[in-house]
């Protein structure tokens, strides 16, 4: 998917608007508990004002249901961005659209660059989600280029995300990734249409319902697919297997029976699992084979036979994409599995390691390998769109290179 950049055109002069993802976590009083999605926008910012642009950014905060709501606010990020990026002056707008942004953005001065204005946040007006295009015509007006950092809301068709660009193009300007979503594109792209092989997926997770399309497309595409979580149950239970209690969805075996018909040789489920009484960090945990698990017991980890297994098939593998945990990580006596592939695929020297965002990203930052794999996606919804082949309305939208 060939896509035009932030370098493919020179912003000196200009107001450029860039969709960031400052969707942040905020503490009980409204403070930054983590400012990882702040600070992977700085590439991006500091490369357009370092040539002479004038920056409007745009980003959502929460679920505030289309109205302001002071929690929701994203006046901590604009406080903590400025720390950040000490050299330019930046200033917080009070709304998304209206009198107060008009007068912030109208007094940035091509001959004066090096501004940033911070949008409030985009769902506080109800247009924003809906993709209205009132609401997009109006916020469009503040940029003479469209720029999109903001992979993890490519796979919604927003209006920030998509009409906006519209809008922009429609009066001549630029509509270009920035560095994190031309990285996504590069590792996610390569990796569905040109991957080298063996090329292995692994997914994981709770449910088989989420990722239906995602197993079908990859089945296609893949040398293996290594499968673990709440999803392995169902599969399990479709060959027949008793599960005790684990979590298994029933409405879903049909369609988990034909994904194995379909996946042949392919598909490696767990051999054996941790199995404990009760969902709870302390429960009573013991290792058994998957065609003995005791119907008063749950599976809430693969086992180490199955560790075993598919290290041996990651060993191989010159391309690997994960997404999705293999066990209840969050509880340490059934992390084991997620970390073990966390680590396995750390020590690939020699292949392409994606790791597809949500809780497998939050597993590889809790192990402390996140320098050592290739790529960590900055979106788990966006990726797993990206995987099951469908258009992200939000990348389709860029200019093509």
Same mark, same amino acid.
């Not at 997770?205 to 197993?215: C, E, Q």
């Not at 994904?259 to 598909?267: F, T």
């Not at 199995?275 to 005791?294: Q, T």
């Given at each position: ?301 693969? &086992?180490?036979?199955? #560790? %075993?297994?598919?290290?041996?098939? $990651?060993?191989? *593998?010159? !391309?690997? /994409?994960?997404? =999705? ?11 084991? &599995?997620?970390?073990? #592939? %966390?680590?396995?695929?750390?020590? $690939?020297?020699? *292949?392409? !390691?994606? /790791?597809?965002? =949500? ?11 996140? &320098? ?30």
């Amino acid at each position: 998917m060939n896509k035009k950049t932030i370098r493919d055109f020179d912003p000196k002069g200009m107001r450029v608007l860039v969709r960031v993802d400052f969707n942040v976590p905020l503490d009980e009083h409204c403070q930054i508990s983590d400012d990882t999605r702040v600070r992977a926008a700085l590439p991006t910012l500091q490369y357009l004002l370092e040539r002479g642009a004038n920056l409007v950014l745009m980003s959502h905060l929460g679920r505030p249901k289309g109205k302001p709501d002071p929690k929701f606010s994203l006046a901590p990020v604009a406080h903590h961005l400025q720390t950040l990026l000490p050299d330019y002056r930046l200033r917080m707008a009070s709304d998304v659209t209206g009198p107060n942004v008009d007068i912030l953005v109208g007094a940035m001065s091509a001959d004066e660059p090096g501004n940033v204005v911070l949008l409030e946040n985009l769902r506080f007006d109800p247009g924003e989600k809906k993709g209205d295009a009132e609401f997009a015509a109006a916020v469009a007006t503040y940029g003479d280029a469209y720029v999109n950092d903001a992979f993890g809301t490519c796979h919604r068709a927003h209006a920030s995300m998509y009409a906006v660009a519209q809008a922009v193009r429609a009066k001549g300007g630029p509509v270009v990734a920035g560095f994190l979503v031309e990285k996504e594109i590069e590792y996610l792209g390569s990796a569905v249409a040109d991957p080298r092989r063996p090329f292995i997926a692994i997914l994981g997770g709770a449910k088989v319902s989420d990722k239906i399309g995602v197993i079908s497309n990859l089945l296609a595409k893949v040398d293996g697919l290594l499968m673990g979580g709440g999803m392995a149950n169902t599969f399990l239970a479709a060959q027949g297997k008793e599960m005790g209690t684990s979590l298994v969805e029933s409405d879903a075996l049909d369609t988990a029976r034909t994904l194995l018909d379909k996946a042949g040789d392919s598909l490696h489920l767990p051999t054996d699992a941790v199995v404990a009484s009760e969902f709870a960090a302390n429960a009573d945990a013991a290792i058994v084979s998957v065609d003995d698990i005791p119907a008063d017991r749950m599976m809430l980890d693969i &086992g180490p036979a199955s #560790v %075993a297994a598919f290290q041996d098939v $990651l060993s191989e *593998a010159r !391309t690997v /994409v994960w997404n =999705g945990p293999m066990g209840v990580f969050e509880f340490s006596q059934f992390a084991t &599995g997620t970390f073990a #592939v %966390a680590e396995t695929l750390a020590g $690939l020297d020699d *292949a392409v !390691t994606i /790791v597809g965002g =949500g809780d497998s990203a939050a597993a590889i930052m809790q192990a402390g390998l996140t &320098g050592q794999v290739s790529h960590v996606s900055t979106g788990g919804g966006a990726s797993l769109t990206y995987l099951e082949g469908k258009l992200l309305p939000g990348i389709d939208v860029l200019d093509e290179a």
